[in-house]
């Protein structure tokens, strides 16, 4: 007997989980963004966005913006750079003008990516190389 699985919110699921918050189409927000969750735009932002969570850009979201994220995923339009400490995606719908910077990177056939692309280490490798050149600073 195959389970039936009951979606009682609204908001999208990806492989990264149920998204906590979604902006929706008509929305527009100016300024700086911060959050520790995840989030999914689907309207049009401007301005800076830090998160130690995920960031989904929807498609049709145009978004004007540095991106600081733990993971991206960017189906939408997203002028500026983008920086994902975990994970950088780009479906096929997504645009990116901007330079990136990510430990692991997908791009689907049909994507438009304007900018240069570099690897990073994985996040939890910085941190722990940080810790001990502080570690090592003290001493």
Same mark, same amino acid.
């Given at each position: ?35 520790? *969750?995840?989030?999914?735009? @689907? !309207? +049009?932002?401007? %301005?800076? #966005?830090?998160?130690?969570?995920? =960031? ?13 994220? *733990?993971?991206?995923?960017? @189906? !939408? +339009?997203?002028? %500026?750079? #983008?920086?994902?400490?975990?994970? =950088?995606?780009i479906q096929s719908k997504g ?45």
């Amino acid at each position: 007997m195959a389970k039936k699985i009951i979606q009682v919110n609204k908001n999208p699921v990806y492989e990264i989980g149920m998204i906590a918050t979604v902006f929706g189409s008509d929305t527009q927000f100016f300024g700086d963004l911060s959050f520790k *969750k995840s989030l999914q735009i @689907n !309207g +049009t932002f401007e %301005g800076e #966005i830090s998160s130690g969570g995920y =960031l989904v850009i929807g498609e049709g979201a145009v978004i004007k913006a540095n991106i600081n994220a *733990k993971a991206v995923i960017v @189906n !939408g +339009t997203v002028y %500026g750079n #983008i920086e994902a400490k975990e994970k =950088l995606e780009i479906q096929s719908k997504g645009k990116v003008y901007g330079n990136i910077r990510t430990a692991k990177l997908k791009i689907a056939d049909g994507v438009i990516f304007e900018g240069s692309c570099e690897m990073i280490k994985p996040y939890e490798d910085i941190a722990e190389k940080a810790t001990a050149v502080r570690a090592e600073a003290a001493n």
